[in-house]
């Protein structure tokens, strides 16, 4: 991929900010996300702009360090505030599909592998580094949300 190609996928991320972080907010508030209701709507709006704004400068820079090392930040936040991993991978999910969305809306076809190929791959490499620093923190300590203890009783036999 050029970086003319990454660069006018960038611009194209910029146009469409406040359709894209309107739509995840939507979704967002549809599944009804305990955390982030409580939180509020405002709120809710900023995390998913400061995403938002790594993955465009992912997009810019062709570099995943920023974007990882805030996923990480924002496992350790959401743990600490009591946040369930589910609920903070759907905000990151939310927004991921609104992206999909207005790229396959708005972009010719020709240039949909592309945009989605960088969308998918930074933010798939954020939710991998939100994933994996929840589940280390939880592994330090007793975490509900991961206590899979259920899915074994009984198989002892």
Do not use: C
Not at 2 to 30: D, G, K, M, Q
Request: hydrophobic share 50%; no cysteine; proline share 3%.
């Amino acid at each position: 991929m050029s970086a003319i190609h990454a660069n006018e996928t960038s611009e194209f991320l910029v146009h469409e900010r406040a359709a894209t972080i309107a739509a995840a907010e939507a979704a967002l508030a549809r599944i009804h996300a305990r955390h982030y209701e409580a939180a509020g709507p405002e709120n809710a709006r900023e995390r998913l702009e400061a995403l938002y704004d790594r993955l465009i400068e992912a997009v810019d820079t062709r570099d995943l360090a920023s974007i990882v090392a805030y996923a990480r930040q924002v496992a350790r936040e959401r743990f600490e505030a009591g946040y369930d991993l589910a609920e903070v991978q759907a905000a990151f999910n939310a927004l991921e599909e609104a992206t999909w969305s207005r790229v396959l809306a708005d972009l010719p076809p020709q240039r949909f592998s592309e945009a989605l190929g960088l969308v998918t791959t930074i933010l798939g490499a954020a939710k991998d580094a939100l994933g994996r620093e929840y589940v280390s923190l939880a592994t330090r300590r007793h975490a509900p949300s991961l206590d899979l203890s259920r899915l074994f009783m009984g198989a002892a036999g």
